[in-house]
């Protein structure tokens, strides 16, 4: 009888296989099949198991302790006893293997506790929602988590037993997962060569064995199989080594940490160089938790430690995102400055100087400012000759101009000699480049940054154009912005914003008469000069005493410069125009622009303070717009270029602007007219202009069509709204035109009307005043700038919304049965209607028709609400038709191409406007006998 055994795993195949030899020779042969079995577990042991990693208990305990199952040799009580305290020893080891290896990471290992809000992720299953947002912005197809793991470290935990491997992950192999795929890259801040292998429960287990999670500590487990202890069975898992097994196996590479620490010395100051004996405990923590010297630039981690800034940040870009002190999640942008009470300790801790024959105890804030010293001195003595008498050598910058030159002689020559040949003769690059390399030398990086951006042309303040934006878009004048100028050099010592002679320079190429241009033929009636930026809008016409107004203050651009500047702004849009419809880019043209020209009152201008001199309220603008440009071709003009927004105040160009009263004739004839004559030089004359290294040529056709009512009667020479001659567009008469409400043409034209003035001021037929003006239709004043004949569609709007308003009124107090009624009625019924409005439409009473009253009351909605108060359905019936037909009209003077914007409408308009004129003309006879709106 051979006595009992109690074996354990065993690590290496010989031991394994000896005792098996030993127990082969006592017991009984086995039968074929338990032979086959055990080489089949033999070969799967070493196919799964590498060399480096402990020998798993299943495969172990598979073979051999199967073998000694089938001898059973005769046993006393005693040992069976013995046997099953073993067996519920091994039964309580693994049931609390079990429960530990649940509170670790399956990927590091790492503990959950480490985390303080304990966040663990499982292992298999499909990925959370975040993770899955993640890889879906990133277009991966991930949808598991066991993929996921495979991907991102390199490990298989499709195969995982539950009593080997652990069956969830830390929050901080999950955030590392994350940050692979958000950013997009292929560095994952993980050691793979250091994952964690699993093992079953052994007696060398280091998670059973060890009474803090191993993770936490700054040393991995000791894992020499050769030296493994004989204990109690317990299961162990392993981390696979880069290098051999022997060695063990850290979370740090002392090797990079060597190599840093070495780094270190050169920069960072030694702890032994405190004056005073610290204890142990407080010098660590003023030292670096990586290099172990004393802090400099420290900074904070999230888990509160401390290190130098530099060594962190090597140490998280060469050993992965995590604090080396306690392997908490730690990135770059989560470092923060410690509190300011720490700081004022660290820096006042008493240092002893490196410097050798100086004995002074420095504190640590100013010990940089110390060593300083030492280096200057050192500097000035090394470039320091022997002198043999007469005055003392002096440093080099505190001689004259005439003494650095000769000094210096021989090291320019040198310097030049070396330019010439490497660098193509470039002196001051190369002067620039050792400087900066000083600087850099010296960590003076804010200086040399600022050195490296004038060498790169950036320079250290703002771009002279980039101030005059600044300054134009903030409202700032010009003392104003010389005040701002003035206050941020004296504070920061810095010329970040550039002085106002600078924007100068830079306003003269964005101003009109920047850009060389010629006319072919020349230009007549206008002068010759293209140097002009802004001009007295007189042209130099002598004033006298007796003129009007004599303080009219006018400034304008030359219309031709203000063309040619427009169209150099509009470079890049023409160029790729020419592109997108297959022209050749070396075109020369001719090319046809479209102009229309703008002109409008602005109102109330007056000086709300100040002592300026006495001058109109009131303002004129003349500007223009550049609407489209066409190519001329066999099958057509192509078009290359057109403004999308035409009535937007981006592309109207200003031209003119005068302090005067768009009412008064004179004034605008005397300042527009060098304009106009400019104008029509420019008709038969072509423009010469260099466009994309290329001379091109342009035609201009100029549309007048930006003018409103009143300022068409005053250009074109007729009479003022209230006149009898109530069209800009035709010669009906008010009377006339509300007896036929159907059958009008444009027939005013700009030569007809200057025709009429020589009638009116000749009177050739010797006529009466009345008979005289009956002739002349209206005309009483030169007309001096051509219009076309259009319509203002913003008074358009709100001409027609007083009198649909007016309309409303009436029908409420059913004016039309009985027109004898007092103006009493008359405000009760507005009343009515106001408060209707308000309570429907929320549309406050206003004292005067406004573009945005109007646009709101002229809807389908208003209707409804106002066909509340009118009890008759007849009435209410024609009011409904009447604002549909309106609507229906609407866009198409409101649209800025109708044929493209509303085709339908535009052909339908006729039909409208009829009907429209037949119901004013039936059911609502009353409000127009005899008179009739301008806009109706």
């Known amino acids: 009888n051979v006595p009992t055994e109690v074996h354990h795993p065993f690590t290496k195949f010989s031991e394994w296989k000896f005792k098996l030899f030993r127990v082969k020779s006592l017991e009984r042969r086995p039968s074929e099949e338990e032979t086959e079995g055990s080489e089949v577990s033999y070969n799967s042991s070493q196919e799964t198991a590498p060399e480096s990693t402990v020998v798993s208990e299943d495969l172990s305990l598979g073979s051999a302790p199967q073998l000694l199952t089938n001898f059973k040799p005769q046993e006393s009580e005693n040992s069976n006893a013995v046997d099953s305290n073993e067996t519920d020893l091994k039964r309580l080891g693994n049931e609390a293997h079990v429960t530990a290896i649940q509170q670790l990471c399956r990927i590091c290992g790492a503990s959950f506790k480490m985390d303080q809000q304990n966040r663990s ?55 590392i997962m994350n940050q692979k795929f958000s950013h997009n890259s292929s560095e994952v801040y993980f050691p793979h060569n250091q994952a964690v292998e699993w093992t079953p429960h052994s007696a060398a287990c280091n998670v059973c064995h060890s009474s803090k999670p191993w993770g936490k500590r700054k040393g991995a487990p000791q894992l020499n199989p050769n030296k493994v202890k004989k204990r109690k069975t317990r299961p162990e898992f392993v981390k696979k080594p880069k290098t051999s097994s022997s060695h063990s196996i850290q979370w740090k590479s002392n090797k990079v940490l060597n190599q840093m620490m070495d780094s270190c010395k050169k920069i960072h100051l030694d702890t032994n160089l405190l004056v005073v004996d610290y204890p142990s405990d407080f010098v660590k923590s003023v030292s670096c938790q990586v290099c172990e010297h004393i802090l400099s630039d420290p900074v904070q981690t999230p888990c509160k430690h401390l290190f130098c800034r530099i060594c962190i940040l090597k140490y998280i870009k060469l050993m992965g995102c995590y604090c080396p002190s306690c392997k908490y999640p730690c990135f770059p942008t989560d470092l923060t400055a ?12 008493l240092i002893k100087c490196t410097v050798s024959g100086c004995d002074k105890e420095i504190p640590l804030g100013k010990y940089s400012h110390h060593i300083s010293k030492h280096r200057e001195t050192k500097g000035k003595e090394a470039y320091a000759h022997i002198n043999k008498g007469g005055r003392p050598r002096q440093h080099l910058l505190t001689l004259t101009r005439r003494a650095q030159k000769h000094r210096l002689r021989e090291l320019k020559m040198q310097v030049k000699a070396f330019a010439d040949k490497e660098e193509e003769g470039d002196v001051k690059s190369v002067c620039l480049t050792l400087f900066l390399l000083a600087l850099r ?35 700032l004048s010009c003392s104003q912005y010389h005040k701002m100028y003035r206050t941020v050099k004296a ?53 006298s005493v007796d003129e009007y107004p004599v303080d009219t ?12 500047s427009a169209l150099k702004d509009m470079e890049e849009d023409i160029l790729e125009g020419l592109k997108t419809q297959d022209l050749d880019d070396y075109t020369s043209g001719p090319f046809t622009v479209v102009v229309k020209e703008s002109c409008d009152g602005m109102g109330d201008v007056s000086e709300k303070h100040g002592s300026g001199p006495a001058v109109p309220e009131k303002a004129v603008r003349f500007s223009f717009t550049v609407m489209n440009i066409n190519f001329p071709n066999n099958n057509g003009p192509v078009r290359i270029f057109e403004e999308s927004k035409p009535n937007s105040e981006l592309c109207c160009k200003p031209l003119c602007l005068m302090l005067a009263d768009e009412s008064d004739h004179e004034t605008l004839t005397a300042i527009l007219s060098p304009l106009i004559a400019e104008r029509e030089a420019m008709k038969t004359a072509e423009l010469l202009l260099e466009m994309g290294g290329i001379l091109r040529k342009f035609r201009f056709v100029f549309r007048g069509t930006g003018y409103d009512e009143k300022l068409v009667r005053e250009v074109e020479g007729l009479e003022a709204s209230g006149s009898i001659y109530i069209c800009t567009l035709c010669d009906a008469t008010r009377l006339e035109a509300s007896q036929n409400l159907v059958n009008h043409s444009i027939t005013r034209s700009h030569g007809e009307n200057l025709q009429r003035y020589e009638m009116w001021r000749s009177n050739p037929h010797h006529e009466s005043v009345d008979e005289l003006r009956d002739r002349v239709k209206g005309v009483s004043a030169k007309p001096f700038i051509e219009t076309l004949p259009s319509i203002d569609a913003l008074h358009c709007d709100i001409g027609n919304a007083a009198e649909f308003y007016r309309i409303f009124q009436l029908e409420i107090g059913e004016f039309y049965k009985n027109s004898s009624v007092t103006k ?21 009473p206003i004292m005067r ?27 209410q019936a024609a009011l409904i038709e009447l604002m549909d037909l309106y609507l229906k009209m609407k866009p198409v003077w409101r649209s800025s191409c109708p044929a493209k914007e509303c085709p339908e409408l535009l052909c339908q308009y006729s039909f409208h406007s009829q009907r429209f004129a037949e119901l004013l003309s039936t059911k609502f006879k009353y409000r127009y006998e005899g008179k009739i709106t301008n806009y109706f």
Not at 468 to 474: G, P, S, W
Not at 833 to 842: F, S
Request: charged share 30%; with cysteine; proline share 5%.
């Open 824 to 844: 009493e009625e008359k405000k009760r019924w507005q009343a009515t209607l106001d408060k209707h409005l308000r309570k429907r439409m929320n549309l406050k």
């Open 491 to 543: 504070t920061t010592g810095r010329q970040i914003f550039q002085p106002l002679h600078a924007l100068r320079n830079a306003e003269k190429a964005l101003i009109p008469g920047y850009h060389t241009f010629e006319w072919r033929p020349p230009l007549k009636n206008v002068s010759t000069r293209t140097d002009v930026g802004i001009i007295d809008g007189l042209s130099g016409l002598n004033r």
């Open 849 to 875: 028709m406004n573009g945005n009253f109007a646009r709101k009351l002229m809807s389908k909605e208003t209707i409804e609400a106002v066909c509340e108060l009118v009890p008759c359905e007849e009435r």
């Open 441 to 475: 030398a010296r960590n003076e990086h804010r200086q040399a940054d600022e050195l490296e951006a004038i060498m790169e042309g950036r320079g250290a303040g703002l771009h002279p154009a980039v101030c005059l934006a600044i300054r134009v878009n903030t409202f």
């Open 553 to 564: 203050i006018s400034k304008r651009f030359r219309y031709d410069v203000a063309l040619v």
């Open 121 to 175: 992720y499982p292992v298999h299953g499909p990925v959370d929602s975040e993770t899955q947002d993640v890889l879906r912005r990133r277009e991966r197809r991930v949808t598991s988590w066991p993929e996921l793991i495979l991907k991102v470290f390199k490990t298989d935990v499709r195969a995982d037993v539950d009593t080997i491997h652990p069956t969830r992950f830390c929050h901080n192999c999950w955030t």
């Open 338 to 349: 410690p509190v300011k009470s720490y700081l004022s300790v660290l820096t006042a801790l």
